[in-house]
């Protein structure tokens, strides 16, 4: 399967002077690999108009967000699904503005457990790497570590 979007829309329209114009434009596609494994993949591109507030307000410049992921999901038998996924997002300025130069990844891997109808246990990891640039220099780098534990009551 596959699919996209389309959107334009402004930034915080009735908060803030000036708000932004955005557009983001995206695609998905998904895999069925067996009848146990289904991989699937999407990408995504946003740019926000930066305005500096005046009659009429003044284009700055313009910030973009590219965006993928990839994913795998594989049915362990019965009642239990093992999901893994990477993610890539970077953030990028014309202007190089400290703030706005980023790039994140992410190794997220998840078992989700159908207990019973209507209750659902789920055990999950997250490494999350960050890096914040000032300009084409490297500033600061993170790594952070997530465990999860979800229970999930539908009715």
């Known amino acids: 399967a596959f699919g996209g979007f389309y959107r334009e829309y402004q930034d915080t329209p009735l908060t803030s002077a000036p708000s932004e114009d955005r557009t983001v434009i995206g695609a998905v ?8 494994t289904d991989i699937g993949m999407s990408w995504r591109k946003a740019t926000a108009e930066e305005l500096t507030a005046g009659t009429p307000n003044t284009k700055d410049g313009e910030a973009e967000q590219t965006q993928w992921n990839i994913g795998v ?19 990028e300025d014309d202007a190089n503005a400290a703030g706005n130069e980023n790039d994140s990844n992410s190794i997220d891997v998840k078992v989700e457990w159908d207990v019973a ?3 659902e246990f789920d055990l ?12 084409l220099s490297t500033a600061a780098k993170r790594t952070g570590h997530a465990f999860l534990a979800t229970t999930k009551v539908s009715f």
């Open 29 to 36: 596609v998904t895999y069925a690999l067996n009848d146990d």
């Open 73 to 91: 999901t594989y049915d362990l038998g019965g009642v239990r699904t093992l999901k893994l996924g990477y993610e890539n997002v970077k953030w």
């Open 117 to 119: 109808d209507g209750l």
């Open 124 to 135: 999950g990891y997250q490494n999350f790497r960050y890096t914040h640039h000032d300009g």
